[in-house]
């Protein structure tokens, strides 16, 4: 009985709970992948432009910048410092979408996506997640890689070797 009693309490309580989630439609999840699109791409010509405030009000205030050395991991703020100098140049990087990936949850507030950018390094890869506060698509975290064809993988061990073992002894202390 008690058990019985129980349930019902759990069917009541859960089934009258008003999460106050808004499940969004196919149409609307297009919508906002545009936007996505939108927002990114700026984002990128913002860097080729050297247009620092743009770059950076697409970032939220807690964003995360992740390059390609292994040791760049940086707040927005520290991000921002290292940017600086290249954007006070007139041009900072310039990232060319070649293809991309997007994707929105059910509610419509977080997205990701992954990319193929051709930049001056060659091909590379982005991936990141969006975060949509008061209607506004902001830039949470980024990370940019190189990309290594599989049949190139030695050779890149070999090259990164000594400098791979000097990086993670900082982590063995």
């Not at 996505?36 to 791409?41: T, Y």
């Not at 700026?42 to 939220?60: K, P, Q, R, T, V």
Request: glycine share 4%; with cysteine.
């Amino acid at each position: 009985m008690k058990n019985y009693l129980l349930l019902i309490f759990i069917m009541v309580f859960f089934g009258s709970c008003n999460c106050n989630v808004k499940l969004i439609n196919e149409g609307d999840i297009l919508t906002e992948k545009k936007q996505i699109n939108k927002v990114v791409d700026a984002w990128h010509l913002n860097a080729a432009e050297a247009n620092f405030d743009a770059y950076f009000d697409a970032m939220s205030s807690s964003s995360i910048f992740v390059g390609t050395d292994a040791a760049e991991v940086w707040s927005v703020e520290q991000f921002n410092k290292f940017s600086k100098p290249y954007f006070e140049k007139g041009k900072a990087w310039s990232f060319t979408n070649v293809e991309r990936n997007v994707y929105v949850n059910s509610d419509g507030k977080i997205a990701w996506f992954d990319e193929l950018l051709a930049t001056w390094m060659g091909v590379c890869r982005g991936s990141g997640v969006l975060k949509k506060d008061n209607d506004v698509w902001k830039i949470e975290h980024y990370v940019l890689s190189v990309t290594v064809p599989n049949d190139n993988i030695e050779e890149v061990m070999k090259v990164n070797k000594k400098k791979d073992s000097l990086f993670l002894m900082q982590f063995k202390k």
